[in-house]
């Protein structure tokens, strides 16, 4: 049996009652496992293989998916699940993730900077007005992850309004992603 710590992005149904977890991870980067039976209402992984928990999960593995086979959560992000806001936030990142990174490709910058995101906006002394700027700041931080030069012109000292405006650009511009919050 093996583990691996990640943060739960998407869900999707499978079969009868199994379902597909997509969890952002350290070591394997994007990454599927099966949950078997996780949506019958006794099954013991129900709980624990929500969106956006961070968690460690146990698997074994198997040809097409690894088999989730028990879990612990390391924060289950209660406070971005309670809000509205916070909710579209956390479905953004997870929305850009999946759109932008490969199964299988591990990157513990990308790793740090998702889970940094997550415990930002997670924050209850985070003011509304402050919630946009995190997003923008993460989006820069994927364009200089992902190989953008910020020495660049495009990376040169900015105001927020001219920086958000540039990232916005440059977001639609190399991943086809609007940022629209």
Known sequence: MKSVEGIILKKTPRREADVIVTLYTREHGLMELVAKSARKQEAKLKAGLDLFNHVEVFYVPAKRWPIATDFKI???FRLVKNEIKRLKLASFLAYVI???FEPGLADPA???SVLNYFNTINRSDLARENMRDVVY????????LNGLDPKSPDFKPMA????KKKTQELFRYHFGIAIDL
């Open 110 to 112: 990308v790793w740090h």
């Open 137 to 144: 700041l993460w989006c820069h931080d994927i364009l200089v």
């Open 74 to 76: 390391k924060n289950d």
């Open 98 to 100: 999946n759109r932008v």
């Open 160 to 163: 927020g309004a001219e920086l």
